[in-house]
């Protein structure tokens, strides 16, 4: 059963046309991530919630935004994709515990095509 | 600050050969977590192993174990009878006490042949 649902898989936009991700999750954990993975490259973190808590990483364009309208569901917007947008999205969620060793669980991820 | 590399950009084993996956870590944290995850092609991350900083046994699950020596910041990836469906990418990750974050390596491509 899948435990991180991502939809969709493949999401395909303009230049310049807003798109919208979503996540959601069956786990009830209390840590949602999105992570930007372009080809060949490690997952860079973009920004993620403890419960509605938003931390946004400090080099993350403006252009990104994000929603969490509960702990089921977290949303990833782009205001105004560009060519360099174009990447796979993942999402990841998290139970918070007061040590390191909690695995986030992952998403199968959205491929983004900007043309 | 916390920093995963892998100098490993792909390796080949052939099908029930053992392979190893070099990572080295730099954190000023006592204690943090080191986990490895693989990436197919479908783009999924899934998990594999996870080391605590603390732990004083080799963490072990199934054909992967995690070859841990803390004075030399290394937690390398040793996977047993490797077999064709592990083809994939693979990355180290580490996550600090103190920022809470899980920080990848590059990853490393494997490729299993027959």
């Known amino acids: 059963d899948a435990m991180v649902i991502q939809n969709p898989r493949y999401q395909v936009t303009q230049f310049g046309k807003p798109v919208t991700l979503s996540c959601s999750q069956t786990l009830n954990h209390n840590v949602m991530y999105w992570y930007q993975q372009k080809s060949s490259q490690a997952p860079k973190l973009l920004f993620h919630?403890?419960?509605?808590?938003?931390?946004n990483e400090a080099d993350t364009p403006d252009n990104f935004q994000s929603r969490r309208p509960n702990t089921s569901f977290c949303f990833l917007d782009i205001r105004s994709p560009g060519l360099g947008d174009a990447a796979m999205y993942l999402c990841?969620?998290?139970?918070?515990?007061?040590?390191?060793?909690?695995?986030?669980?992952f998403g199968p991820g959205t491929r983004l095509l900007v043309l | 600050a916390q920093k995963i590399t892998q100098t490993q950009p792909g390796m080949f084993v052939q099908e029930k050969e053992a392979v190893t996956l070099d990572c080295t870590y730099d954190t000023s944290d006592q204690s943090y977590g080191l986990f490895w995850y693989k990436q197919p092609s479908s783009g999924e991350m899934i998990f594999l192993i996870y080391?605590?900083?603390?732990?004083?046994q080799n963490a072990t699950e199934g054909r992967y174990s995690l070859n841990f020596q803390k004075a030399r910041k290394s937690a390398n990836l040793v996977i047993s009878a490797s077999q064709l469906g592990d083809s994939a990418m693979y990355f180290c990750a580490m996550r600090e006490r103190e920022t809470d974050k899980l920080i990848f390596g590059t990853g490393t491509r494997l490729q299993v042949f027959p």
């Open positions: 990841a969620t998290r139970t918070l515990t007061s040590g390191v060793g909690e695995t986030q669980y």
């Open positions: 919630y403890y419960d509605k808590d938003f931390n």
């Open positions: 080391q605590g900083s603390y732990d004083e």
